[in-house]
């Protein structure tokens, strides 16, 4: 098979030589468990969207939400990460909403009439999530007096900062990553607010993987998280390890849509 794999979800051009080293030890792990795979793509090679699942991707991440609301038979859940961030707890994770640092705002309520910034509208963590939080008191009611499709969390938290946004919601983990990163940008805005917990980006194979491929993948994984000559990979991903969630704990993506529809809220607005 090809090696078609990436890791496009946290991509920051800081993170690339970990990213491309994880993707290493994936394959030499995989070819150790006989698993027949071709030359590993440069970064370049891989250029898709991260809420599609292509046949031939035999690893990659992406956001829990679209696969399991548009793509569930695209593919199969490996695994789900545990992340070494503020906003995690195991293999959970949330989004921070985020203002201007200067901003009054105590509570969301403050932002009633103001514009939001989303990444994407097919984002668990960039709307699903705060529509959630914000369904609970919209009071059914449209809620921001604009929402802006950002293109992305970077993106979102630029905006921000520029005056362009009042308000946007951005996943813990590329928080996170940004603080570590890019604090000039990320110390020009602050955290209002957090949302409900959900289950972590998922690392995903599509459904065309055989299932003794997808069995390796597992295993491949699991050994990645367990050998300490790891241990400094893993430290620059932030990433504790990886837990077995099962597509059970993603339903409750799809819970959360189906409450804020319950609420009155169907659209982040």
């Keep these: 098979m090809t090696f078609s794999a990436d890791l496009p979800m946290y991509d920051l051009p800081e993170l690339a030589d970990a990213n491309a080293e994880f993707l290493r030890v994936l394959r030499e792990r995989l070819i150790g468990h006989g698993v027949e795979v071709g030359a590993c793509p440069s970064a370049d090679a891989i250029r898709r969207d991260p ?5 031939k991707v035999i690893f990659t991440q992406m956001c829990g939400y679209p696969l399991f609301k548009e793509c569930r038979h695209q593919g199969h859940v490996l695994a789900t990460p545990c992340y070494a961030m503020a906003g995690c707890d195991g293999p959970y994770h949330r989004s921070f909403f985020i203002v201007r640092a200067d901003d009054r705002a105590v509570r969301l309520d403050d932002l009633r009439g103001r514009i939001f910034g989303c990444n994407s ?3 668990n963590t960039g709307m699903n999530l705060p529509r959630l939080s914000l369904a609970w008191i919209a009071d059914r009611k449209r809620f921001f007096s604009s929402v802006v499709v950002t293109g992305g969390h970077l993106q979102s938290l630029e905006q921000l900062c520029l005056g362009s946004i009042d308000l946007c919601a951005i996943d813990c983990v590329t928080w996170g990553f ?3 990163f890019r604090l000039g940008l990320t110390s020009r805005g602050r955290i209002l607010a957090e949302t409900a917990p959900s289950p972590s980006l998922p690392f995903v194979t599509a459904s065309a993987t055989s299932q003794r491929a997808r069995a390796a993948l597992r295993q491949a994984l699991d050994e990645i998280f367990a050998e300490p000559r790891y241990v400094d990979m893993r430290a620059a991903l932030a990433m504790r390890g990886v837990a077995h969630l099962g597509d059970a704990a993603y339903e409750q993506l799809l819970d ?3 409450q804020a529809e319950a609420l009155g809220y169907p659209v982040l607005q």
């Design 51 to 55: 809420e599609r699942l292509g046949r």
């Design 121 to 123: 509208l097919r984002s």
């Design 178 to 180: 940004l603080e570590r």
């Design 256 to 258: 959360y849509e189906r």
